[in-house]
């Protein structure tokens, strides 16, 4: 069982917006601004999409984007697009473990 | 520009040894965090362990301490990923990322299948 949960499956049409929620504690998650999102597109690398709770990498579209309250982040991605298509992890800084901690992943059906 | 070279896919028995690569370019190897992620077949990401190249400093998931071994040699800036026994349960694809809070740059990954 992952350390940190997330839905198993999201969906969305084109153009609208989704959110992908992240449950840790007060451990990882909640404690700490260290919480990333990963996108991944079964057969190629991942990809960094938010890094510390709200920050975009260059190059990753607005329409990403993240946040935080209490044990729980989010990830919204707004104007859905075929290519968001994909998994995504979010991941933590943990008190735990000298390594992060990664969710289960989520996977975006765009309809 | 930041890249992750990982060796190519391989194929082994159980009990054999194997050791995969991940060659890093375009940044100070020596000086970042350099990691391998786990995921099996149908199944989310892993933390494994990861390295420091510039004093080997290594540190394992609990899970994989004492299965694998993490290591680097940063005269050609190349961190490795090493089983002395593998098992059908290994089978897997691996990726090498740079940094631990924040993987900002990942390798295109490296299928490993164990089957007899």
């Known amino acids: 069982q992952s350390a940190l949960t997330q839905p198993a499956s999201v969906s969305g049409s084109p153009g609208q917006s989704i959110t992908i929620s992240c449950t840790g504690t007060s451990s990882d998650v909640g404690g700490y601004d260290f919480v990333s999102w990963y996108q991944h597109h079964p057969g190629n690398a991942p990809k960094l999409m938010i890094y510390e709770v709200t920050n975009r990498p260059s190059g990753v579209s607005n329409r990403f984007s993240g946040s935080k309250s209490g044990n729980t982040a989010s990830l919204t991605i707004s104007g859905l697009q075929a290519e968001d298509e994909a998994d995504y992890y979010c991941?933590?800084?943990?008190?735990?473990?000298?390594?992060?901690?990664f969710g289960g992943g989520t996977k975006l059906t765009v309809l | 520009e930041v890249q992750l070279v990982q060796s190519g896919a391989e194929v082994k028995k159980p009990g054999e040894s194997l050791k995969i690569s991940c060659k890093g370019s375009?940044?100070?190897?020596?000086?970042?965090?350099i990691g391998w992620l786990r995921q099996m077949p149908g199944k989310g990401l892993e933390w494994m362990g990861t390295?420091?190249?510039?004093?080997?400093?290594?540190r394992y998931s609990p899970s994989f301490q004492g299965h694998v071994t993490i290591s680097a040699d940063k005269s050609i800036s190349t961190a490795y990923l090493q089983w002395r026994s593998l098992k059908a349960s290994d089978t897997a694809m691996y990726y090498c990322?740079?940094?631990?809070?924040?993987?900002?740059?990942w390798g295109q990954g490296t299928l490993v299948t164990v089957s007899s």
């Open positions: 990322a740079r940094g631990v809070t924040v993987i900002d740059y």
């Open positions: 991941s933590s800084y943990t008190t735990n473990s000298a390594l992060g901690v």
């Open positions: 390295i420091y190249p510039g004093d080997s400093d290594t």
């Open positions: 375009g940044y100070n190897f020596s000086n970042n965090w």
